[in-house]
């Protein structure tokens, strides 16, 4: 159900012209994939996959394969269902604080090892190490957050009740037992262990399904959370093709965790909705940065390599569309495409590159083709535009597109590569417009240097976050507020209260005491209905709520 993005050994062979992208020089003795995946490693981490069949991943850099893999059946999802199920009860029934506090002590070991995280994010994803390195910042401050906060969100809270003193009314937050996650490939430890952590601490089990592609980087991170103290039963790790274990996780599910495409997530939606079970999906965008006329251009061009080309732009919330105001349209792409081209590729385990790889083929493909489409069509190539065969398989150059429009496919399908496109406009209204003309509404970035501006332009973007001076980090880091989608990205939050409170099932209790909410005393029907009438007129004269 998930979309996977094999790897193989082949790629579209178009020589780099000297004109091209720099490469990042390898540092003496940088370590291989032989170095770090090793038969020990592999044996280690898959210790706790659920699974009978056998499968591989492999590593975007040079398509060759990491490691040998179990792949699971839906009997094996089933089976780790029932494992979940067995521990879920005995883990509710731990007290929040010590929940919590395995939250606090995975944070410690993740900032301790992050060295053997970063090389497998970099393996799996083709990542540049700076980017892998913003999951481990992400995961850390999720951690901390939920593992200081969790017990304040959880807590019961007491509410008035129907007749103040008579009804004491507590709300309770109940584990929804076992939480059923697929996560994606692009950002494999941040979208697995960050979405689980919330789920884990407010007494449910997980079970799992990475994409296989990234599998092993999960895997490390369930291995330093059962080190932390999580039972190893309540993490339960299922693999395989997406079409085959996804509808079985969501088919046993008691709640719904999904990151990937609008497409699937639709799937997704459907399968839980037959079962009335609830879900949350973070999907696609067409994200837009506005850069407005009293824009910084320097930073406003600093922040949209940022923003644009982050994990090779294999990044839910980065940037595919750029407005400029044609008052400073000519500067800021001059400043953009210096930067653009000056961007280093590299391979490496190790920090120095700019940007690293797409993690296969069909992301190489659509890149390819809308970049391809939109010159044939009458675009302008501003910058890159060409795949990078001499560093790899899946390598193509961060690509700059001018004077795109409809019926583009660049125009309005996610491109997730890459790949933005430049618009001009005139004044603010129309920028928010098109900003605002997509099915899409994840995340957009408005630039200027009036912060009062930039919040109000922000206010009328029809999306989940808006960046002001920033192109996504800000909004996505700040993690006591919430993070998502609106129409066509996704329903829910991650994040802030809901990101926990989604994982729980509210529940009301309500103690009536010294006289029911019925006639008595002696009272006949009459007399109860104008004391109660009497009551309800007193309570809006006190303003009771």
Request: hydrophobic content about 40%; overall charge neutral.
């Amino acid at each position: 159900m998930t979309d996977s993005q094999g790897t193989k050994d082949s790629a579209q062979e178009s020589p780099a012209s000297p004109a091209g992208n720099p490469v990042a020089p390898a540092a003496p003795g940088t370590r291989t994939a032989a170095d770090v995946v090793t038969p020990e490693v592999v044996a280690r981490l898959t210790r706790g996959v659920v699974g009978t069949g056998k499968t591989a991943n492999h590593t975007p850099f040079t398509g060759e394969k990491l490691a040998d893999l179990p792949e699971s059946t839906p009997e094996d999802v089933a089976t780790a269902f029932e494992r979940a199920r067995a521990a879920q009860e005995s883990w509710a029934r731990v007290p929040v604080r010590k929940r919590a506090a395995v939250l606090l002590r995975f944070h410690d070991l993740v900032l301790q090892r992050q060295a053997e995280v970063l090389d497998l994010i970099q393996l799996e994803t083709g990542k540049a190490r700076l980017h892998a390195h913003e999951e481990v910042q992400a995961v850390a401050v999720a951690a901390r957050h939920y593992g200081r906060k969790a017990p304040a969100y959880l807590r019961p809270k007491g509410h008035t009740g129907v007749v103040p003193t008579l009804t004491k009314v507590t709300e309770l937050r109940q584990p929804r037992g076992v939480v059923g996650q697929i996560a994606p490939w692009n950002y494999p430890f941040e979208l697995s262990v960050g979405d689980a952590l919330p789920a884990f601490v407010a007494g449910n089990a997980v079970v799992m399904k990475p994409d296989t592609e990234t599998a092993l980087t999960a895997l490390w991170a369930r291995e330093q959370l059962i080190e932390a103290g999580l039972p190893p039963e309540v993490w339960q790790v299922v693999l395989g093709d997406g079409p085959v274990v996804g509808p079985e996780v969501v088919r046993h599910a008691d709640y719904v965790s999904f990151t990937g495409s609008t497409r699937t997530g639709r799937e997704v939606a459907q399968g839980a909705a037959a079962r009335l079970v609830g879900c949350s999906l973070e999907l696609g965008g067409k994200n837009a940065m506005l850069v407005l006329h009293d824009a910084d251009v320097e930073k406003a061009a600093s922040g949209a390599v940022r923003g644009c080309f982050s994990s090779a732009g294999q990044l839910c919330i980065s940037i595919e569309r750029l407005y400029v105001h044609e008052s400073v349209a000519d500067d800021f792409v001059q400043r953009f495409a210096a930067r653009t081209k000056a961007m280093r590729l590299g391979n490496a385990l190790a920090y120095g590159a700019d940007m690293g790889s797409l993690v296969g083929e069909r992301q190489l493909e659509t890149v390819t083709r809308h970049v391809e489409e939109a010159v044939a069509k009458g675009a302008t190539l501003v910058a890159g535009g060409r795949p990078r065969p001499d560093i790899g398989p899946l390598f193509y150059e961060p690509t700059i597109l001018d004077g795109v429009a409809a019926p583009m496919a660049v125009c309005s399908e996610e491109t997730f590569g890459p790949v933005v496109s430049i618009y001009r406009f005139r004044d603010e209204d129309e920028a928010i417009a098109l900003a605002n003309a997509t099915p899409y509404g994840l995340n957009s970035s408005v630039w200027t240097k009036d912060g009062r501006r930039g919040r109000a332009v922000a206010a009328r973007l029809r999306t989940g976050t808006v960046n002001v001076n920033e192109s996504y980090a800000a909004g996505y880091g700040s993690v006591q507020s919430p993070m998502g989608g609106m129409g066509d990205s996704g329903l829910g939050r991650r994040h802030g209260s809901e990101g926990i409170l989604k994982y729980t099932e509210a529940q009301t209790v309500a103690h009536q005491r010294i006289m029911p909410l019925a006639p008595s005393f002696g009272m006949t029907d009459e007399k109860y209905a104008q004391f109660m009438t009497r009551s309800l007129r007193a309570m809006k004269a006190f303003r009771l709520r």
